[in-house]
């Protein structure tokens, strides 16, 4: 370890020791951004910047179970990104499926998939539905894993699974009409029954949501790192829930 190494180490227990785990967010979502400007700064492919990305995931979620944190999801791939070119979606993809692979085996962790799975190729499809099966019964950090995933087409999504749903029931469009209210559209989001997320944390310097959690972020504290996410350290993570415990939640009050 190099004295630089050594400083983070001793600043980021110095953090920790003051954190009030009282003031903790219980659901973290996370925009992963910069694998492939960190790749370029280091004079590497896009596609080890995305492999260097997806290896830090299992050290969020370390610290994330550190600090009393109940959901974490993490923004993998938006429905924007499945129409880059075939020779940089399909090494992504196998990242991606790598990536979520190692969340299930771990054992830890339960990992339920947001987004539009009819968008994804069926190997990447059957890779996500395994992992949920098999995760179903842990008891650990709920892990959303956003694949396909964005905020509009989510919202789309959950209209039309609430219109479907009151077709079946033999609901007229003026019933529905009078009845419909937020907490309606909220039942069929992809995060239905979870808690809206309390921070949201984007690396890489830009500062906007991009479509992430449009829904469910109306109420959430933004965090916005300069630090690529293939860069990003415990101490950097520990800033966030310091600044986040920091700030006054008023709920428009």
């Known amino acids: 370890m190099n004295l630089r190494d050594l400083v983070y180490e001793l600043y980021a227990r110095r953090v920790e020791g003051r954190l009030d785990h009282d003031q903790v967010p219980k659901h973290i979502g996370v925009i992963l951004d910069g694998n492939r400007r ?19 995931i299992q050290e969020l979620l370390g610290w994330c179970a550190e600090t009393d944190v109940e959901v974490v999801t993490l923004w993998m791939l938006s429905t924007d990104n499945l129409n880059r070119p075939e020779e940089q979606l399909v090494p992504l993809l196998g990242i991606i499926e790598n990536a979520v692979r190692a969340l299930a085996a771990d054992g830890r962790w339960r990992v339920h998939h947001v987004g539009t799975m009819d968008l994804l190729p069926a190997r990447t499809q059957s890779v996500l539905k395994e992992a949920e099966q098999s995760t179903h019964d842990n008891t650990g950090i709920l892990v959303n894993v956003a694949v396909g995933y964005g905020g ?8 039309r699974s609430l219109l479907l749903e009151h077709a079946e029931r033999g609901t007229s469009f003026e019933e529905l009409a009078e009845i419909v ?3 309606h559209i909220s039942e069929h989001l992809y995060t239905r029954g979870q808690p809206d997320p309390d921070l949201v944390i984007r690396t890489s310097g830009e500062q906007r949501l ?19 996410w293939p860069a990003f350290r415990k101490v950097d993570f520990l800033r966030a829930l310091r600044d986040y415990a920091a700030r006054h939640r008023r709920y428009g009050t």
Do not use: N
Not at 210 to 228: D, I, K, T
């Open 38 to 56: 960190w790749a370029k700064a280091s004079g590497g492919t896009p596609e080890q910047g995305h492999k260097a990305g997806a290896d830090k």
């Open 152 to 159: 509009r087409q989510e919202i789309a999504d959950a209209v």
């Open 181 to 183: 209210d937020v907490e």
């Open 210 to 228: 991009s479509g992430f959690m449009l829904w469910q972020s109306a109420h959430s504290e933004y965090y916005f790192c300069e630090v690529h």
